[in-house]
Each structure stands twice: as C-alpha cells, then as structure tokens.
C-alpha cells in the first residue's frame, strides 16, 4: 500500500511539473530574442517634480508609448532599488533599458517618429537625462 501511495505521489508530481514545462515553453516560444551581441541603451531620467504622482505617472505612460519603436527587441521601465549603498545613485525617478539588434537599429531608434515624439511630449517634465550606451567586448 505504502509503495503504491509513493507511486501515485510521484506520478502528480511528474505531471504537474510537465504542465509547468509546457508553460515555460511556450513563454520562451513567444518572447522577443535578443541579439547575441546587442546594443545595449540605458537610459535614467531626473523628473524636475520627482514627488509628484502626476508626473511619474505621464513619465511612465511615455516610456509604454516609447517602447513601440519598431526596432526594439526588448525593454524594461524600471525604477530606484531599495538599496542603500554610497555607489548607488537612487536619485532618479525612471530607468529605461533597451536592446537592439545593432548600433545601425539604435541609430534608427533616434531619428523614429515615435522617438522623437516621446522627446516633443514628456521632455517637459524630466530635468536630467543621463544615457549610457553599451556593446559586447
């Protein structure tokens, strides 16, 4: 009885993880690939209202219309970490990091209209904007 009640534990364990297996597959299926060797574009942004709910609020709508810039592979909208260490700069309100496939696609991603109306639309309310741009070695 004790072997039977070990093996019928096992078998829910063995189909439950390959539900999970499916379902991992088919994220890995549909998410957006990144170049082997991207270009890597890091953006913060210093808002001139830091507290105010309404700006980090149009901020981030903005970066979502951003993200649509059809040569993007993949981003991420992030903001400070709770982290507190002397080389931590936690002073900004949003961090935007993207991929391109190569510098050729962000090069296009500057003159892209929706770029460029990102700029023409939020840059009123950011005091600072600070862009770090990286390539594999």
């Not at 299926?29 to 808002?47: G, Q, R």
């Not at 309404?54 to 709770?82: C, N, S, Y």
């Not at 090069?107 to 770029?115: F, L, M, V």
């Amino acid at each position: 009885m004790r072997k039977l009640s070990i093996l019928v534990v096992l078998t829910l364990i063995s189909f439950a993880c390959s539900e999970v297996n499916e379902e991992v597959t088919e994220i890995k299926e549909t998410a957006p690939m990144i170049s082997e060797t991207p270009f890597i574009h890091h953006v913060y942004f210093y808002l001139k209202n830091p507290e105010s709910a309404e700006d980090k609020a149009k901020m981030r709508e903005g970066l979502e219309f951003l993200a649509t810039v059809p040569t993007i592979q993949k981003h991420f909208i992030g903001v400070p970490a709770d982290t507190d260490r002397e080389v931590i700069d936690n002073t900004y309100a949003y961090s935007w990091l993207c991929f391109f496939e190569n510098a050729a696609d962000q090069a296009s991603y500057q003159t892209d209209p929706i770029h460029l109306k990102f700029i023409e639309d939020y840059g009123s309310i950011w005091e600072t904007v600070k862009v770090y741009d990286s390539v594999m070695e």
